[in-house]
């Protein structure tokens, strides 16, 4: 590789170049000692440079100073020039500043650079349309350098100080630095002044808007008003600026909530400038202000005169016409004139669409049309001023109202629809809290509206009334209502202790009523940790374990109903937890649990734990005869029911606690006729008889009025489990004609029962059971009829159409179908030989 690669080549006049030339070649033993004519070079460029060093200063010292004065004064015509303020900037910028430090700069060539610039930077924003805060507060420090090295300046930089300050919000300072001003420069100080004023007032409108404390605005008050009577003061002033000053300060005085103050104001100031009866804006504008004065007095007679008066002094297309109409309807609306009202407002809207009393005037349209009962109008117009910008809390005020009144009518839809107009009037990005109460409310009693017909007596829910569009309704409205309530409780934290509370509960139970348990465990579960103490704790953990019951948590569900009990046994909620936890334990392990099931079960229905009056005691009852049922104890069964069935016949799900009394009676029967297969005396043997047909009667009759019943109801709002109760009580109805021997009145179910259930696989009970009946009474043609439509029929079905477990199919019904079968055979058989 090339050596030269590894090292840059040295460049002319580098010292390294230099020391590279002489320097020994590689593998050299030493450098050799340098040599006296080699040297000769150096004192020679020593020397050189020394000469050319002071040739260039003397050059400098003979160069004359910078002209700071000439460029300065440049710099001002520039600034005076037609759009030469950028130009300006730049040359003090570029080529003054760098010189302000020279020796020969003095404190008056800084003061000025500080004051051209400050001219220039002003009369460029103003030039360029602008108004930027760090242009200003850049202005306002340059005048003040300025003013440290060239004291007071000129009235035009004073001028000009004076309106940064105005733009930067600096009232006190503006208004102090105005007193610099000479007096006798009168259109110039009103000016400045006026600019001022207009911000004092304006700094006084926005602090009410954002809702500053009374107790700021009313600090404010007193340096505002001083400012409008240095104004009225003012040598000078116009009559019209007079009485617009005249007019601010009665509208301040009105802002501040200080209008009795305001009607002495201008009672005198009216008769002082001496406008009483004439035409014109200003008088108008005077006499709108005492009418305003007054109105808020609660004069309302006196406030309609003056308003009056202004209407007439002001010309029909005066935008001033506007606030006074807007406040005349007002009046109207007070008196319960309200088609006047609805007039006036009306007029603003029409002619004044745009005016700053618009907004009111559509506020009182939208509270008229609500008095006059036309709510759709009234709700479009509360939706205008919604849409438009400006002070919301008489707004919410208002709409609140119109929620609540709705709400206590009982016109919830309405008071829904106010409720979420209210939801876009949001304050600090976050949604008014009544609003979210008010539409929670609102959607929670329209669900209640829709559920209304399935509640029953005892309070109970007969969801099987409704069809499946309300029911979706309804659960739709039940989780907006949650959702609502929901965020309701978060805003409410830290501000309404009850309240929060209230919104809490009401989200859980509205979520556990929509069937949406885990959103309904998070507000129950929150409401017993954050609760403590409060007297709905224990309902909480109730409907906490119901709700783990119904995801099908049954151990945590019996856990919590187990602690219930043990610690609030006197308690509604201790002795309601007794079947609900019978109730999860059966569900959770019904075999193993059922010795403790029928334990508690049996407390409760001997009276220990509640009165036989109460709604839990009839529960008890049910699932005590459910559980000898599914045990196959039917006496017990049947004891129990009939009680229940006693105390009320007409409670919600007293159908199938029929179909579990009648199937009860039935299977009793059976199991006597099995018994009656054994030898026992004969006294015994009519006694058993005569319980038996005693049952099956009894059975029969409850079928009877098991099928009454659901051929009356609407079959798609029936739960699966009680369509199938109806159905086999058709079937086994004919089964007890059957059993008691009454062979026609068994064909006459059974037909019944196959026509109505043609397509279901159970319709071949009864074709099998009609081959039975009128084998069992010699009928044999019509036996033999029988018998081949209804194998015909079991051809048709599919090899498992009689595995399913909810059919009215028992193995003696196969059997007695052999049977007749069997002698059929052989019958025709034997004619056929």
Known sequence: MDESTDNPTPQKNDPAADEGAGAPAKGSDAASPPRLRDLWQVPALVVGVVLFTAGALVALMSRPPYDIDAALRAAEAMIESENGHAQALTHLNQFVAPHLDAPHANPGHRGTHAMLSADAMFLAQREGGFNYTENNERIVALYERAEEHLGELGVTQRTRMIETLVSLGRISEARRRLETIPRDDTDRRLRLLRSIVRLTLQEQRDARATGAAPEALADRLPFTLTMLNEYAAEPGLSPDERRWAIARQAELRIESGRPSESVEHLLRAIQRIDVVGAPGRETGELLYLLGRAYYDLGQNEDARRRLEQAEQAVDETDALRAPVQTLLGRIAQSRTEFDEARE?????????????????????????????????????????????????????????ERADERYAAGDFEH???????????????????????????????????????????DGAVDWSLLDPVTREEIRRRLIEAAEHFYAYSRAMIGENDDAYAAALWNAGDSWDRAGEYTSALRAFTEFAQQRPND?????????????????????????????????????????????????????????????????????????????????????????????????????????????????????????????LLADSLRLSAAEIDRELNEAMPQSRRHELQSTRRERLRQAMSLYDQVCAEGVARDQSRMSSLERIAMRNSFFYRADCAFDLGDDALAIAHYDVAANRYADDPASLVAMMQIVNAYARMGRWEEARTANERARQRFRDLPEGAFDRDDLPLERRHWERWLDASTELAQRFEQDDD
């Open 344 to 400: 006036r407002f009306v007029a603003v809207i029409s002619d004044f669409p745009t005016a700053d009393a618009a907004r009111e005037a559509w506020l009182g349209l939208g509270e008229v049309e609500a008095m006059l009962g036309g709510f759709e109008r009234s709700l479009e117009a509360y939706g205008r001023v919604v849409e438009w910008q400006g002070p919301v809390a008489a707004l919410e005020t208002s709409l609140r």
């Open 415 to 457: 008071a829904l629809r106010y409720g979420a107009l209210g939801l876009k009037l949001r304050v600090d990005g976050r949604e008014p809290g009544w609003a979210l109460g008010s539409v929670a409310s609102a959607q929670r009693a329209l669900a209640g509206e829709l559920l209304e017909p399935a509640v029953m007596s």
């Open 535 to 659: 007297q709905r704790r224990p309902r909480a953990r109730f409907r906490l374990a119901q709700t783990h019951h119904a995801q099908g948590d049954y151990e945590v569900a019996s856990m919590i109903y187990r602690d219930l009990i043990r610690e609030n046994p006197p308690s509604g909620e201790g002795f309601m937890s007794y079947v609900p936890l019978v109730q999860s334990l059966l569900a959770e392990d019904s075999q193993a649990n059922a010795p403790e099931a029928e334990r508690l079960l049996t407390l409760v229905v001997d009276g220990e734990v509640m009165g036989p009056d109460a709604r839990d005691f009839r529960v008890a009852l049910n699932e005590l005869g459910a559980l000898h049922y599914r045990a196959e104890r039917y006496p017990e069964a049947i004891e129990r029911l009939q009680e229940s069935i006693d105390r009320d016949p007409d409670a919600a799900d007293a159908g199938m606690t029929r179909f």
